[in-house]
């Protein structure tokens, strides 16, 4: 008698349950997870064009807080020094990754645990390791504070994302089209630069759009290392914990967020047709 009564609550559940469109459901979830992810970012947005300020309601339209941003020297003079350290930390991780990326086509002695130890990077918190590299370069290396300093803590945590993107966009017929370069007798590097080089390059190009891109945003890696010659992040987050945002931080990061949402779909877009492609 119990197992029949079972059996009928299940059924009127499963009843229930099927009157509800799945799709709709799901679909409902997803529109959920994206409006509570991107609604902050559409509020700076918004917000960086009031006219009443970073305070609703939304007043009216104007340019002011732009304004005020390219006004305010620091904040500049940061985002110069930022977009000159995420310059030097691509190339460096541009060329160390692709240099990473080539060698795993090969089995060597400690393959997968120098992998293991690139992504250490990700997973090590930044402000654990920039106290860490703070020690290290000041104390024992007896290097002054500096934006040049942040150079290599900066390169810890951009390698293993370039390192990631290069293995998974290199063509799988790479090391045939290179063995059979050898055969016709092409040395090391005219392989390399006639066969291997062209057909890495959107990807090595992606990976490096990626490592500026994390470079640029970083701020708590490069925190206690910079001194005075604050970066773009490092700079906001001084701002904001002194004083409450203003509108030329949410023009700041209307404009932050724009262009890095420019760079990573490019990145994205160079791989994804560079896989296509082969």
Do not use: C
């Not at 994206?34 to 300020?53: Q, R």
């Not at 390192?163 to 007798?185: C, D, K, Q, S």
Request: charged content about 15%.
């Amino acid at each position: 008698m119990a197992t029949r009564q079972t059996q009928r609550d299940r059924s009127v559940l499963a009843s229930f349950l099927g009157r509800f469109d799945k799709k709709r459901i799901l679909t409902a979830y997803f529109a959920l997870a994206v409006l509570y992810v991107y609604a902050p970012i559409i509020s700076v947005m918004l917000f960086s064009f009031n006219t009443g300020g970073v305070t609703a309601p939304f007043d009216g339209f104007t340019l002011q807080a732009y304004t005020e941003l390219f006004a305010n020297q620091k904040m500049v003079d940061a985002i110069v020094r930022s977009l000159q350290l995420a310059l030097v930390v691509t190339v460096i991780t541009t060329v160390l990754g692709t240099a990473t990326a080539l060698a795993y086509r090969y089995d060597f002695w400690g393959q997968r645990g120098l992998l293991y130890l690139i992504t250490l990077g990700i997973i090590t918190p930044g402000i654990t390791y920039g106290i860490g590299a703070l020690l290290l370069l000041t104390e024992v290396l007896s290097f002054s504070r500096g934006l040049w300093l942040a150079v290599p803590v900066h390169v810890v945590w951009t390698l293993p994302f370039a390192v990631i993107v290069l293995l998974a966009g290199f063509p799988p017929n790479l090391r045939e089209n290179e063995r059979a370069a050898h055969v016709m007798g092409a040395n090391k590097l005219t392989t390399f630069r006639k066969i291997v080089l062209p057909q890495i390059l959107p990807t090595v190009l992606g990976a490096a759009v990626f490592a500026f891109t994390l470079s640029y945003n970083e701020a708590e890696r490069g925190l206690l290392l910079v001194g005075q010659e604050t970066t773009m992040p490092i700079q906001v987050f001084t701002v904001a914990s002194a004083d409450r945002p203003t509108a030329d931080l949410f023009a700041l990061g209307s404009v932050t967020t724009i262009f890095s949402t420019v760079l990573l779909v490019v990145a994205g877009w160079i791989v994804i047709r560079s896989a296509t492609k082969n």
